[in-house]
């Protein structure tokens, strides 16, 4: 069995599916179904008994060493995290509390689980930290893309408390011996995302006849990597990763947020175009670009590739035309995540 913490959010989610679809091997998911985590992603699990979901948070100090200790997994999978920059800016303390202490509590948790294990299990057991890009600050237009040695330089409330996590990550390995490994991952997309990002955010409002918020001029550069890649890279890693190494995850596919979006309205164009035929680019609406944003991100994902021999599958082209497919496919979905709570959000993050 595998423990995997943060498994109903966007990424968990897809790993959790992705995992029960290939392998037999049970999944222990334990999830405090803040905001962006929804059990309606894992609705197709209802029913089987290889999945065991526990609504808990990450830093309990009495759940987790009594999951670990009842069900012994040999691995446990952290995607547990806040995870959005505009909502760090705007509550900071959120994502102290999360991914700074609760990774410390459950870093505790695991160590004094592991410490008493078998030698065999011992030898056995990972622990895998899923981080971000972020933590590596940004990039100008030529800057060379992020390999794993480069320097920390986090610029938001987010970055900082994903670096700090990290940080703990790294020092267990190296103070206590913990069998960890460290992924950082570029801007994901595709299924189940929530509609607070700029894709889906954006697919969404295209549907609705609403704005299609850009911050700024447009022209911050991601990396985009499909989730579905993501979560194979991560199985790799956990399969064969060096301990106490970090693996950056990306999807050689540099897009500047104004390219994204224009994308997206070419497919919508094609797959759902608009009653009175103009372009969803109609939509498309420049805002006050937000404090601190980061210019460019890029992932240098040659080690992975040389190491484990990930590279991923979808271009952003193949990747972007799936994931509209999918909103288009699954409204009900769409309409049942997007709350009040959340449109009260987007309200006050883009007036």
């Not at 222990?28 to 197709?44: C, H, K, Q």
């Not at 526990?54 to 830093?59: A, E, N, P, Q, T």
């Not at 990039?139 to 970055?159: I, R, V």
């Not at 608009?274 to 944003?293: E, L």
């Amino acid at each position: 069995m595998i423990l995997v913490t943060g498994g109903a959010g966007f990424i968990g989610s897809n790993f959790v599916l992705d995992w029960l679809a290939q392998s037999d091997e049970p999944v222990l998911n334990l999830d405090l179904l803040t905001y962006a985590g929804n059990l309606e992603n894992l609705s197709s699990l209802e029913n089987n008994p290889s999945h065991i979901f526990v609504r808990g948070d990450i830093g309990d100090a009495k759940l987790v060493p009594e999951l670990l200790q009842n069900f012994q997994p040999r691995a446990v999978i952290n995607f547990a995290a806040e995870s959005h920059v505009d909502r760090s800016i705007h509550g900071p303390e959120d994502f102290i509390q999360t991914n700074v202490v609760g990774t410390f509590h459950l870093l505790e948790s695991v160590r004094a689980y592991w410490s008493n294990l078998g030698e065999k299990p011992k030898s056995a057991f990972r622990f895998l930290h899923v981080s971000t890009d972020e933590v590596y600050g940004t990039l100008g237009p030529k800057d060379s893309a992020f390999t794993e040695t480069t320097p920390y330089a986090p610029n938001s409330p987010y970055s900082a408390s994903k670096a700090a996590s990290d940080h703990l990550v790294r020092a267990y390995h190296h103070t206590y011996g913990l069998p960890v490994l460290t992924t950082n991952c570029s801007n994901n997309y595709g299924p189940y995302h929530f509609p607070e990002k700029l894709i889906p955010l954006c697919l969404l409002n295209a549907l609705n006849g609403k704005p299609l918020p850009i911050y700024g001029d447009g022209q911050q550069v991601r990396d985009w990597l499909f989730v579905k890649d993501h979560c194979a890279a991560i199985r790799r890693v956990l399969d064969d990763g060096k301990l106490g190494e970090t693996y950056n995850v990306g999807g050689w596919n540099e897009k500047a947020n104004l390219d994204v979006v224009n994308t997206l309205c070419e497919i919508l164009d094609e797959l759902k175009p608009r009653t009175n035929g103009d372009s969803y680019k109609a939509q498309i609406t420049f805002v006050k670009d937000r404090p601190g944003h980061d210019r460019r991100y890029a992932i240098d994902a040659t080690k992975i590739e040389r190491e484990l021999g990930w590279k991923p599958q979808e271009t952003f082209e193949t990747g972007i035309r799936q994931t509209v497919t999918w909103y288009l496919e699954n409204q009900s979905w769409v309409n049942n995540v997007v709350s009040g709570e959340y449109r009260q959000w987007l309200n006050k993050q883009y007036s």
